[in-house]
């Protein structure tokens, strides 16, 4: 269960980070994504980065 909530997090940590970048325009991959240079898209990464924080706090412990 805790190796679950680990990987779990780390996934959803590295897709949150991802998130924000295309959509602060900082990672432009790939070329035709819908995402990139719009806000919107950085608060969801931020968000599913605190909930990635957060399962990987779990798993921990």
Request: hydrophobic share 55%; charged share 5%; aromatic share 4%.
């Given at each position: 269960m805790m190796?679950?909530?680990?990987?779990?997090?780390?996934?959803?940590?590295?897709?949150?980070?991802?998130?924000?970048?295309?959509?602060?325009?900082?990672?432009?991959w790939p070329q035709s994504s819908f995402m990139i240079s719009r806000i919107q898209w950085a608060w969801y990464g931020a968000a599913l980065a605190v909930v990635g924080v957060v399962l990987i706090w779990r798993g921990r412990s």
């Open positions: 190796r679950g909530l680990m990987i779990c997090g780390i996934l959803a940590l590295l897709v949150g980070l991802l998130w924000i970048g295309q959509g602060t325009g900082t990672i432009n």
